[in-house]
């Protein structure tokens, strides 16, 4: 899913994994690479790449760099690249990325921003820190 050009090492590289038995309650910031494979409730920001597996449930804002979405998110996604939002995947939020993939089964109850221009994204940013 990930390039190694964007991701600056190998696809299957991450640094943290949130695994089937981990629950997670509260802000989670990291710089690298992360999996969720559980239930994970209040915020994730990575300057890396994030992969929620197809029996995850997230309710927490979302940001990293790409993502693959296969399980539930409730709140909102922010992506920097690539979006890839699977059939299974389920998102209660808006979300916003530069491109995005949209497999046919996938559930989306919200908005969805592309923006193509680097003034747009950062009009974006600007109005999100506001």
């Known amino acids: 899913m990930f390039n190694k050009q964007s991701q600056g090492g190998a696809a299957n590289e991450f640094e943290t994994v949130i695994g089937q038995s981990v629950k ?3 802000d989670f910031n990291a710089q690298g690479n992360i999996i969720v494979e559980d239930i994970m409730e209040g915020g994730i920001k990575t300057a890396g790449n994030l992969e929620v ?6 309710t927490a804002n979302v940001e990293a760099r790409e993502a693959k979405i296969g399980g539930l998110v409730k709140g909102n996604v922010k992506i920097k690249g690539f979006l890839e939002i699977t059939s299974t995947a389920k998102i209660f939020g808006d979300i916003e990325a530069a491109s995005l ?7 989306l109850v919200g908005k969805c921003a592309m923006p193509t221009e680097i003034e747009d994204i950062k009009k974006i940013a600007k109005e999100k820190e506001a």
């Open 24 to 26: 997670v309650k509260g």
């Open 53 to 58: 597996g197809e029996k995850a449930k997230v």
């Open 101 to 107: 993939s949209i497999e046919r089964g996938a559930t």
